[in-house]
């Protein structure tokens, strides 16, 4: 977990009492929530102060706490989604890629970068229709491009036409050539951030090998241990277990921080990598995440409030949310994109 220090010099920390801690360093405000923090408080009392109502200087604090600080992502960049924000509330969506090449040929893909199939492009797009009244201010995709691409066709569709732009902070150059000089057009952008902790599961020396064909070949029980099992690896491959060890790491380090500070997020990944951020997200058990099965191309909603997951379901169509996907402020969102873009 990377850390971030805060000294009494650079912000200040707010107590509160069962739902986190509230931050605040210059504009950036966020709040870090009790179930994650890992937080060292050293308090220096002042005069007679006591525990919860009274006064205490913050010595140092660490906490994870990366990206928040990011320029570009800071919530002070005012956007049309200012309502969520204000009622502390996070929209999470996340996408498993579009059909891909080896899909289609039932071929074990892995960490193997194959692209999607014309069907593959299709669900992309019927994805992107479906969350298109829902906010999104940052993407995190795999650093493979069938996710890469999801996400991409699936912005196409979006109502609030935002560009979304992939980060390229791989070294100081890359970083400096692709700045924006507007900020403006930042604000009409989406930041996109491709991040191989998202990537599919290493399917070790599976990778390539057609699933009926290696079911024949190792048997039908033991494919089904290789490839439903948490902590079973395939030979030379990761197992559930350690995919969702760097898959639900960043998104606690990375992708969570964004969350509290009430930014909207989709995820375009991968069947096992988003498995295991579903484990997490819905607090599923090692034999619970077993059955799960995730469809190509289908979105899922999260709504992040109060430092909780609450899953909302798929929204089924653009005209239609689903019963029970849209909250309150999603659906003021949506009654804004209307007002504004019809
Ligand atoms: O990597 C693959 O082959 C698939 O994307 C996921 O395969 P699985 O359903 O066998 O885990």
New binding site residues.
Partial sequence: MANAMLHQTVGTLQLLSNSGIHCQVGNNSVRLLPRDLKVELGFSKRGSNSFGEKKFSVIQASASLTSVFDPVLSPSNKGPHESLKKSNEAALILIR?GE?L??EKN??????DVPLTKKGVEEAIEAGKRISNIPVDMIFTSALIRAQMTAMLAMTQHRRKKVPIIMHNENEQARLWSQIHSEDTIKQSIPVVAAWQLN??M?GE??GLN?QETADRFGKEKVHE???SYDIPPPNGESLEMCAQRAVAYFKDEIEPQLISGKNVMIAA???SL?SIIMYLDELTSQEVISL?LSTGIPMLYIFKEGKFMRRGSPIAPTEAGVYAYTRRLAQYRQKLDETLN
């Fill in positions: 890629h891909s080896w899909n071929l074990f893909t892995g960490c193997v599919e599961r399917y599976l990778q699933k290789w490839r439903r991968h069947g096992n498995r099965e």
